[in-house]
């Protein structure tokens, strides 16, 4: 753990990045990183971004060789979520008649042993009836089903790929619920404030952008938070500001954090998404000076790899566009 976690960018580094003068330079300054094995010979951001991630499951891997049972069981739950992503992009592809079989294909994530699903089987499958065939020995198998039922009366994507995060989550939240005493009182808050981050989002973009109603939002929230319950949903979701009304009351200290939340490109929601995930990585940088052997320090670093890779694709995808260091800056978790 203490190993990988000194193979994350210094704030030195991150600022390098943000100050190159374009994306090659940026590329350049990256590849000498330890995400260099995973970025060689890339050249687009969208390709860069997937070998950032392969090197986060990379280090998922690394961990899970020392650990086992209960807590070894909630780490590879917890990678589970690219094949999630893997499941998705395979649905995507085939709603748009893309044949991605080839082993090559860059937006599938490689798990190895981890995999939750026979993966090279479920790239090859012809159409979606022939995915959710595949699929039916899988952990996804029920969420699966239940998802491409409405899809089909319906024919809305967004029901089918809510209906595999639910059915994600519920699994993680299972493991977590099976781990020692000691692991779930030290890791409660943390993973709380995941499915809080998650549902505060979420509640944000299916209003927003979405336009559902609070009862279609509400069979979506994930019941595992840490303060965002039901009653603080109801109480919320009926505000003509949901930003504001989370301010305001009802869940300190997301309250103090999005009272002070500033739009980003002129987006307030943007801007309270990136205020709510600067607290959640300062708090995970605060799990890792714990007792080490639990699972709130691993758990912790994760999130914090997790949101220098975002950062780093803004800063590529920025560098790209040809965006300023001021414009760059505001979108960024890791640095001020």
């Known amino acids: 753990m203490r190993a990988l976690k ?3 960018l210094t704030k030195q580094q991150m600022e390098s990045l943000t100050q190159a003068p374009d994306l ?62 893997n499941a998705k992009t395979i649905i995507r592809s085939l709603i748009k008649g893309i044949n991605i079989s080839d082993n090559s ?75 020692g005493p000691f692991d779930k009182s030290k890791a409660k808050k943390l993973i709380g404030m995941h499915y809080d981050m998650i549902n505060i989002t979420w509640m944000l973009r299916f209003r927003e952008n979405y336009n559902l109603t609070p009862e279609q939002i509400f069979q979506y929230i994930l019941p595992y938070g840490w303060k965002f319950k039901p009653l603080v949903f109801w109480k919320i979701i009926g505000s003509k500001d949901i930003i504001e009304a989370l301010g305001e009351r009802y869940m300190h200290p997301y309250d103090q954090v999005l009272s002070s939340a500033e739009p980003v490109d002129g987006n307030p929601i943007l801007g309270a998404e990136i205020a709510l995930m600067k607290f959640f990585y ?55």
Do not use: W
Request: net charge negative; glycine share 6%; aromatic share 10%.
């Open 6 to 8: 000194g193979d994350l």
């Open 24 to 85: 090659q330079s940026a590329i350049s300054i990256l590849s000498q990183t330890s995400y260099n094995e995973q970025i060689q010979n890339l050249a687009i951001p969208s390709q860069i971004e997937h070998g950032l991630k392969q090197n986060l499951i990379l280090s998922y891997t690394k961990i899970l060789k020392f650990m086992r049972g209960r807590s070894a069981h909630f780490i590879e739950d917890s990678l589970g979520r690219f094949d999630l992503y």
């Open 105 to 179: 294909f860059p937006q599938i994530y490689s798990l190895g042993k981890y995999h939750k699903m026979r993966i090279q089987e479920a790239m090859e499958a012809r159409d979606l009836a022939g995915f959710v065939e595949v699929m039916k020995n899988t952990p996804f198998a029920s969420s699966l089903n239940i998802g491409y039922s409405q899809y089909e009366s319906e024919s809305n994507l967004l029901s089918l790929e809510i209906a595999l995060d639910l059915g994600y989550y519920s699994r993680l939240q299972e493991a977590f619920d099976s781990l």
């Open 282 to 336: 300062q708090e995970s940088i605060k799990s890792l000076r714990g007792y080490p052997l639990q699972i709130a320090p691993i758990f912790g670093f994760f999130v914090m790899k997790e949101m220098e890779i975002r950062d780093i694709t803004t800063i590529l995808d920025s560098k790209m566009l040809g965006l300023s260091q001021d414009r760059i800056k505001p979108h960024l978790i890791t640095i001020n």
